[in-house]
């Protein structure tokens, strides 16, 4: 699986960015999928998951009820909508595939190059 990820920018605090993640070689629908986050100096860090299905969600706390996570098998997408962008949310974000459901960054085994978000005050 190869991840590719796109739709980063500059946007100002309070505004709404979405990032997405095109999959291509294996199909994506049996994997977990999820968002991390890398900000300057700071370890990469969870920000949220989606189950194969769509149905379970999970988020960091730091994002619960600003970002949203969907995904489209059939497009072997799947996509971060994020709301009232805070200048803590800058970071480079990755997408990532996995087996297992998990926050847990080792237990991701495929990952995009990142895209970057940065949030200006």
């Known amino acids: 699986v190869q991840l590719q990820a796109f739709g980063g920018g500059l946007v100002q605090a309070g505004g709404s960015l979405r990032v997405s993640c095109a999959a291509s070689?294996?199909?994506?629908?049996?994997?977990?999928m999820a968002w991390f986050r890398q900000a300057p100096g700071k370890e990469r860090e969870f920000v949220s998951a989606i189950n194969w299905s769509g149905i379970r969600t999970s988020y960091a706390d730091s994002v619960k009820g600003r970002f949203t996570i969907s995904r489209d098998n059939a497009k072997k997408t799947v996509s971060l909508k994020m709301n009232s962008l805070k200048p803590e949310d800058t970071a480079v974000y990755y997408c990532a595939a996995g087996s297992s459901w998990s926050v847990r960054e080792e237990e991701y085994d495929y990952w995009g190059q990142g895209t970057v978000v940065t949030v200006s005050s």
């Open positions: 070689g294996r199909i994506i629908s049996g994997y977990v």
